[in-house]
């Protein structure tokens, strides 16, 4: 680890002199580029879906956490004292900061996706349902148990069904964008290490010439290294840069725009992009660095 | 300094030379020629550890360089000036920065730019040091050659062919700057098939020359 850290500061404050030793130019310095900042653009995309999915999974279960329904389900007579007296039980029920019947028209509202808005309710034997606000301390059970013996028609509803699978959703979402994010590294590495597999058999003539001047193998890798680290740098910062601003023009979350709306950024996770650059780089100094001294160990 | 005991090599099932023994002393100068595909530049090459040896030892200042480990090997290199047939340069950079690449990859870079003009001027090339090693004539490239191998101060010079390409003025040019690197005490090899260059070079050196032929390593006679 101490090596490794050695190395990156020799790689960020000494040694250009040997570092030009490598051309500048050629195809794998494109191809490391071109493939730094396709990388950087998708993983600017995994860590934006990783952080939503985090976001809605917190909302979702926040939102269904603080809320529940009871319905009450009993004939035309006895429907109006049965909602009274849940009513009444709700206002005594430690941790419940509301409860509010929903009228007639609400019910209406709630059936109308389904039903279409012509639903005859009074020829129906829909439940009535009573909205509940949670708080802290709210006991679902001691509150079921007392329902069900004081208002045999009622059934509370905590949304516990509901929450546990909208939570594993969205938090398979969450690992899905991690996981993006780890293949997305794993590729960039590969590429990378075959990138500078072929530098290292292309400039072939380079490092002959370095060892015949007497450079060890690290200050022949480190020549590689540095070249590859500063492309890899230079490409993710690109396609860091185009991916946040793709993802900045996205549909808002509040706009109509379906299953993306929502993929952004909010407050200081904007600053995440950044890590991005920083990350490719890391990641092209150790896969050239193990490629270079793999080569060089096979070379005499 | 550089010692080959009894050393052979081969590849591919083919055996180029066995059994060569050789020392280079401080300040010694010798020639090694022989017929094309003898094993000249092999020999050199063996001589500055570019190569192992299939038999025998090399000792690189008492040290067997088959037993060396890689960085010892390339400190080893520090202490040989190469100058190659081919010349061999990174085309993309300066001649300046080619002729400091052995003082930069020992971390020694800024020393060498204090005295580069006067090494420059040494060879003749103090004009071209900004220029592309393509953009030299084989002369130029010779001498930047050159530069290069003597710029960190090694105490053995090996020069294959080094007036391959070049014509009769150009070569005394060279031989005359071998004669002076050696007369500082550089002990030097040079492999080269211009007897022309050898019999001059005996005029003004006590040279030996060493004669690669049929894999045996012979003292040459007073034919030359």
Not at chain 1, 265 to 288: E, H, I, R
Not at chain 2, 66 to 74: F, I, K, L
Request: hydrophobic content about 50%; overall charge neutral; glycine content about 10%.
């Amino acid at each position: 680890m101490r090596g490794r850290a050695t190395g990156i500061w020799r790689l960020l404050g000494g040694d250009r002199d040997i570092g030009r030793a490598v051309p500048p130019t050629g195809f794998t310095a494109r191809l490391t580029l071109l493939t730094a900042a396709a990388m950087a653009f998708l993983a600017v995309f995994a860590l934006a879906l990783s952080l939503a999915s985090g976001r809605l999974a917190e909302r979702w279960g926040t939102a269904l956490a603080g809320s529940a329904t009871v319905r009450v389900s009993a004939p035309e007579d006895q429907e109006g004292p049965q909602v009274d007296a849940a009513l009444r039980i709700l206002a005594q029920t430690p941790g419940v900061l509301a409860a509010r019947a929903l009228t007639e028209a609400e019910d209406q509202a709630l059936l109308e996706p389904w039903f279409g808005p012509d639903l005859p309710l009074d020829a129906l034997p829909i439940p009535r349902l009573i909205d509940v606000t949670l708080g802290d301390g709210f006991d679902a059970e001691g509150l079921r148990l007392r329902l069900r013996g004081e208002v045999p028609g009622a059934t509370l509803d905590d949304h516990a069904r509901w929450r546990a699978p909208l939570a594993e959703a969205a938090g398979r979402l969450r690992l899905l964008g991690m996981v993006a994010t780890g293949l997305i590294a794993l590729a960039t590495a590969a590429m990378i290490t075959l990138a500078a597999q072929a530098a290292l058999a292309a400039n072939a003539q380079v490092i002959r010439v370095m060892r015949q001047a007497g450079a060890r193998d690290a200050t022949i890798a480190r020549a590689f290294v540095r070249r590859f680290t500063a492309r890899a740098a230079g490409g993710a910062l690109a396609g860091a840069l185009l991916g946040t601003l793709a993802v900045a023009l996205l549909p808002a979350a509040e706009e109509p725009g379906g299953f993306l709306a929502g993929l952004s950024f909010q407050g200081a996770s904007w600053l995440v992009p950044l890590l991005v650059p920083p990350f490719a780089a890391l990641v092209a100094f150790a896969a050239t660095r193990a490629a270079a001294f793999a080569t060089l160990r096979r070379t005499p | 300094m550089i010692e080959l005991a009894d050393v052979g090599y081969g590849y591919g099932g083919r055996r180029l030379f066995s059994g060569l023994s050789l020392a280079l002393a401080p300040g010694a100068f010798h020639f090694l020629t022989g017929p094309s595909g003898a094993g000249k530049t092999t020999l050199l090459r063996l001589l500055s550890a570019e190569l192992r040896a299939t038999e025998g030892r090399v000792l690189l200042w008492g040290q067997d360089a088959g037993m060396m480990g890689r960085d010892e090997v390339a400190l080893a290199r520090r202490r040989i000036g190469v100058v190659p047939q081919d010349c061999q340069f990174l085309d993309h950079l300066s001649v300046a920065e080619n002729v400091l690449l052995p003082l930069a990859v020992a971390g020694r870079r800024a020393e060498g730019e204090a005295h580069l003009p006067e090494l420059l001027a040494w060879v003749g090339l103090a004009g071209q040091a900004q220029q592309r090693p393509p953009e030299l004539s084989g002369g130029e490239r010779q001498r930047a050659a050159l530069a290069r191998a003597v710029i960190a101060g090694p105490e053995v010079l090996l020069a294959d062919e080094p007036t391959g390409n070049v014509d009769w003025e150009m070569s005394q040019r060279l031989l005359q700057l071998f004669v002076e690197l050696n007369r500082m005490g550089t002990a030097v090899l040079v492999a080269t098939h211009d007897m022309n260059l050898i019999r001059a070079a005996k005029s003004q050196a006590s040279a030996r020359v060493l004669r690669l032929r049929g894999g045996a390593l012979q003292a040459a006679g007073a034919d030359l």
